[in-house]
């Protein structure tokens, strides 16, 4: 279908693009507007459809088919169709027989059972929401988004689903804290070890044997003091390794040895040390003070040591001689001789070493 679109049609009569018939006027020299094939074909053909889109035949001298073909086409009020249709006001309260609606429409099943309502609550929205069996698991979806497997007994949440630790063990991301004193128990055959903390000391503790997840024994093995961090132990101390302290300035070595800055190394060199320093002093002082060894000095001669009457010593008005201070007589002759007077003696000086120096031993 079309508008009149000849040269002789009145442009936009009724509205932009809107042509429409004029009629001609002699008197001002005004065309009517002209007809053409085209525009009889489209008008022909729009009426003829219409009447055919009913299954009613074209009838050449029937003046009626096309009122005929629009009631067949719109139902008229009084139409049974129309008069017995559900009204929307009623809220389906004009049905006839509800059951067998609900049979139809395959709600029979839900019997007396009130069904699930989706939406109408308080902060509810329109969306819509679906419920269906996977054949393994419940499954839900809010329009087009699946929502997953829903929770329920035969389908429990696994530990990591719902952020639980799992009971095989695993990974904690964040702070694991405790208002009891006891915590952290350690469980193995018939014993138990733990920590506890009393808001003034940090013990570990050891329960009795045969009974692990009791109360704790005697043995106090590691006690940390809160308020100044000293750290003891009421039993022996075994260290597969050097014994640190003072931020691992000093130490206690495996061999048993002291390392500390005390010492100015290890304590076996210090005493070493000292013990050679005090060695070293006495022998300088026993080197200046003894004799460290004795000998001899250069050989001399005592002549014509005694004379007397008759060159004899009679023990009175004779000279007597002797060595020299510090000598020793180490042989002696008489020049073939049998008078005193003639007999002569060799000597030599009695010699010490004292601090490096040869000295010869004096007379009182």
């Known amino acids: ?98 059951a067998k609606a609900r049979e139809a429409l395959a709600l029979d099943k839900v019997g007396n059972w009130v069904a699930v309502q989706q939406g109408g609550g308080t902060g509810m929205k329109d969306n819509k929401v679906y419920l269906g069996w996977s054949g393994t698991k419940l499954i839900a979806q809010v329009d087009s988004t699946q929502m997953g497997a829903l929770f329920y007994e035969k389908n429990p949440p696994t530990a990591a689903q719902t952020g639980a630790y799992p009971l095989s063990g695993g990974e904690v991301e964040g702070e694991v804290w405790s208002a009891v004193d006891n915590n952290y128990r ?11 903390f009393d808001s003034s000391n940090m013990y570990l503790m050891f329960t009795n044997d045969g009974d692990p997840h009791g109360g704790f024994n005697d043995l106090r093995p590691l006690i940390a ?12 101390f075994s260290a597969g390794g050097n014994v640190y302290s003072g931020g691992g300035a000093s130490r206690l070595a495996t061999d048993g040895n002291i390392y500390g800055s005390v010492w100015g190394g290890f304590l076996n060199n210090w005493i070493a040390g000292q013990i050679a320093a005090q060695v070293g002093a006495v022998q300088t002082w026993v080197s200046q003070n003894y004799v460290s060894s004795v000998k001899l ?10 004379d007397g009457p008759g060159n004899g010593y009679t023990g009175g008005g004779g000279t007597m001689q002797t060595t020299p201070a510090g000598c020793v007589v180490i042989g002696g002759t008489n020049n073939k001789t049998s008078n005193l007077a003639g007999l002569g003696f060799f000597y030599r000086p009695l010699m010490i070493a004292v601090n490096g120096q040869w000295v010869t031993i004096g007379q009182d």
Do not use: Y
């Open 1 to 98: 279908m079309h508008r009149i679109d000849t040269s002789t049609a009145q442009k936009d009569k009724f509205g932009q693009g809107k042509n429409g018939f004029t009629d001609g006027d002699p008197s001002t020299g005004r065309q009517s507007t002209d007809l053409n094939a085209d525009m009889f074909d489209a008008l022909q053909e729009e009426v003829c459809a219409v009447i055919e889109a009913a299954n009613i035949t074209l009838k050449k001298g029937e003046l009626n088919q096309l009122l005929t073909a629009l009631k067949v086409l719109f139902l008229a009020e009084d139409d049974s169709r129309v008069s017995g249709a559900l009204q929307k006001d009623k809220n389906l309260s004009d049905l006839t027989d509800s």
């Open 186 to 196: 350690l469980v193995a055959g018939n014993r138990g070890a733990f920590w506890r």
């Open 225 to 236: 003091d809160f308020a100044t961090g000293k750290l003891s132990t009421g039993h022996d």
């Open 297 to 306: 000095g250069a050989m001399g001669w005592l002549a014509s040591i005694a």
